[in-house]
């Protein structure tokens, strides 16, 4: 009792009946760790890979945010694809064959302080070199509002990475804090303890430079983002803290993991 289960168990199973795999095994993960794809000449029109990405798209911005990585980075190649993507886009659907009851769960007893996770993948893109930044926050126990995407530009070192996806992560946040303040006006219950608003990274460069305002030629290039997160910093009650890569739940939205690794963060996130 006083838990709220959203989910899309019924719609999940349509989609794996509609590419004929109902009745397939399921597998842990929604990607193999390490996975490189390349985009192809020529498309395999035969293939229904497009129609495959846009329905888990669907699933994922829905109730699904273990998801996110899997098809952020399988809908990059939904004009160049061939059959090692649609075996790719199988594993998924073998992924989603075995986690058919997972949704998100709230429930009244946890926390409702938003709780940020901002994490990169540096120069994860092996032909472009493009780091994959992303970021999860949490409310009421489970995620509102998650993240992965891959930078249009190349960040040149680790913690330029981790800046992005920070930058990112601010932004959702002055909005999501907006928003929460605004159920609060109107009476509702919330749990705003007038604290600052946590954002957890794991890399301490990123973590300090971010508190620090001293410059120097090293960093110069990466002044504006930081800037805004700075000001987010002073203006809008918000405190960065380092957080152990194994803790971050924003991990599994910028890499492939194994398993253990991912039902951890996923099962963190607030899926039953």
């Not at 989609?15 to 390349?38: M, R």
Request: charged share 25%.
């Amino acid at each position: 009792m006083g838990a709220l289960k959203l989910s899309h168990g019924k719609y999940a199973g349509q989609v794996l009946q509609k590419f004929g795999i109902a009745e397939c095994n399921p597998i842990g993960t929604p990607l193999e760790v390490g996975l490189q794809l390349v985009k192809v000449d020529k498309s395999d029109d035969a293939l229904p890979y497009r129609e495959a990405v846009g329905r888990l798209l669907y699933l994922m911005v829905e109730t699904r945010p273990g998801l996110g990585f899997a098809i952020g980075k399988l809908s990059r190649f939904v004009s160049c694809y061939g059959k090692e993507h649609w075996a790719a886009i199988k594993r998924v659907l073998r992924y989603v064959k075995g986690s058919m009851d997972k949704g998100l769960v709230f429930d009244k007893n946890s926390s409702c302080v938003l709780q940020g996770f901002s994490d990169a993948d540096w120069a994860g893109g092996h032909k472009t070199r493009r780091s994959t930044t992303g970021f999860t926050f949490i409310f009421g126990g489970a995620d509102v509002s998650w993240d992965s995407k891959l930078n249009k530009s190349v960040a040149l070192s680790t913690m330029e990475a981790e800046c992005m996806a920070l930058c990112g992560a601010s932004k959702e946040d002055v909005w999501l804090n907006k928003r929460v303040r605004s159920l609060a006006s109107q009476g509702l219950r919330t749990a705003i303890s007038g604290g600052p608003i946590n954002i957890k990274v794991d890399n301490s460069g990123c973590n300090n430079f971010s508190k620090n305002a001293v410059q120097h030629k090293r960093t110069k290039h990466i002044d504006i983002r930081n800037h805004f997160v700075r000001e987010a910093i002073t203006t809008d009650n918000k405190k960065l803290e380092h957080c152990a890569t194994d803790d971050l739940l924003a991990d599994p939205m910028t890499k492939e993991l194994g398993k253990t690794k991912h039902d951890r963060h996923v099962e963190a996130m607030g899926p039953c």
